[in-house]
Nanobody, 121 residues
């Protein structure tokens, strides 16, 4: 089973920043696609960003492009999501997901608890 641990969420005012972390001790991220997805209240999970571990290639949802940055650290076996200029609509529980290359994040069956991000004044 794959188990990931998300951290770094919290309460922040609009325009603020947070950095989320995704780690696991059960496997290495190498040769994986790693996603950040989020689930807002009353909604299903939605794509936020993806990084290809081997190349560093990234893809972002239109709603976060220019504000969020996904990155990885091989030495720490961790993936990060730097979130800047946060908006109230970014409020959600954020999850990470690691899949074989070419697979969708929605193929993941074992989700962690995620980390809560609340953007409010």
């Amino acid at each position: 089973q794959v188990q990931l641990a998300e951290s770094g969420g919290g309460l922040v005012q609009p325009g603020g920043s947070l950095r989320l972390s995704c780690t696991t001790s059960r496997f290495t991220f190498s040769d994986r696609w790693v996603y950040w997805v989020r689930q807002a209240p009353g909604k299903e999970r939605d794509f936020v960003a993806r990084v290809t571990w081997t190349t560093g290639t990234t893809v972002y949802a239109a709603s976060v492009t220019g504000r969020f940055t996904i990155s990885r650290d091989n030495a720490k076996n961790a993936v990060y999501l730097q979130m800047n200029r946060l908006k109230p609509e970014d409020t959600a529980v954020y999850y990470c997901a690691a899949v074989p290359p070419g697979r969708m994040w929605s193929d993941v069956r074992d989700w962690g608890q995620g980390t809560q991000v609340t953007v409010s004044s």
